[in-house]
């Protein structure tokens, strides 16, 4: 009769995923995408008072804030305010042109999943939307 090795006595251990992001999304999510679709998680460390400049996203992105607390700048001026924890879906589209800004003295860190057309860059820079002047 074989005896087992030591190592073989052992079970296997179970892989353990590393946690990225958990984050609560608070906005409905409708995800319908084309077969080949290029899929990616990225994530941003912003430091205190820089920004990622202009952009818009050629497909659906999803984002979850690890730390600190983003702002961001939509094209019609207003703004959005989301801490830790919290959920982002960005629209798609140069009609949906946005930044992103750390205005906290502690970095920021985004965890983002992009759903976009093969060949096509995470975000396209983008002047910034022309205001309407309020007065």
């Not at 140069?94 to 096509?120: D, S, T, Y």
């Amino acid at each position: 009769m074989k005896r087992p090795s030591p190592v073989e006595a052992r079970p296997a251990a179970e892989p353990v995923p590393s946690l990225l992001a958990d984050g609560l999304l608070t906005e409905r999510l409708a995800l319908a995408v084309p077969e080949d679709t290029r899929v990616v998680v990225a994530q941003y460390e912003i430091p205190p008072g820089r920004s990622l400049p202009w952009h818009y996203h050629e497909g659906r992105v999803v984002a979850v804030v690890t730390a600190g607390v983003l702002t961001r700048t939509l094209a019609d001026g207003s703004e959005c305010v989301t801490p830790v924890g919290g959920c982002v879906v960005e629209p798609v589209g140069p009609q949906g042109v946005h930044m992103a800004e750390n205005r906290e003295p502690e970095p920021l860190r985004i965890c983002a999943l992009f759903f976009l057309p093969q060949g096509r860059p995470l975000s396209t820079r983008a002047e910034p939307p022309d205001q309407v002047a309020c007065g």
